[in-house]
């Protein structure tokens, strides 16, 4: 028994419809589960960020404040933060921010302060 034409081009749509579905489902699953750090920054954001300076090494040891004017003195678009070591921070990527991580005793630079 052969079916007839209009059953075939049903079955047809029907099933591109559904695969459509799909489609939508796993773009919307892949989109809520992305971890990846490009879902967050914008290419707006991103200009902001001097392409050669991402870290100063040289601030290590430097009284917290004096590091943070200067940093800010010669980046004015990063959003500066002088945090005390051992403080629960957020694990998230900021183009705009430098932590610097200070000794609350001595008032000085324990880490690198970098972009992040």
């Known amino acids: 028994m052969r079916l007839p034409e209009r059953f075939w081009k049903k079955a047809a749509t029907w099933s591109l419809v559904a695969l459509a579905l ?3 489902a796993l773009v ?3 989109t809520t589960t992305s971890t990846s750090i490009f ?3 914008t290419r707006a954001e991103m200009q902001h960020v001097p392409p050669t300076v991402h870290e100063w090494p040289h601030l ?3 009284d917290a ?3 943070k004017n200067f940093i800010e003195d010669h ?3 990063l959003n500066v933060l ?3 070591e051992g403080s629960a921070t957020t694990k998230d990527f900021r183009p705009d921010r430098v932590r610097i991580f200070y000794d609350k005793d001595s008032n000085l630079v324990v880490t690198v302060p970098q972009i992040g």
């Open 65 to 67: 404040n004096e590091a």
């Open 75 to 77: 980046h004015r678009t």
């Open 28 to 30: 919307a699953i892949q």
């Open 22 to 24: 799909l489609l939508c």
């Open 82 to 84: 002088l945090v005390p």
């Open 60 to 62: 290590k040891g430097v």
């Open 39 to 41: 879902s967050y920054i």
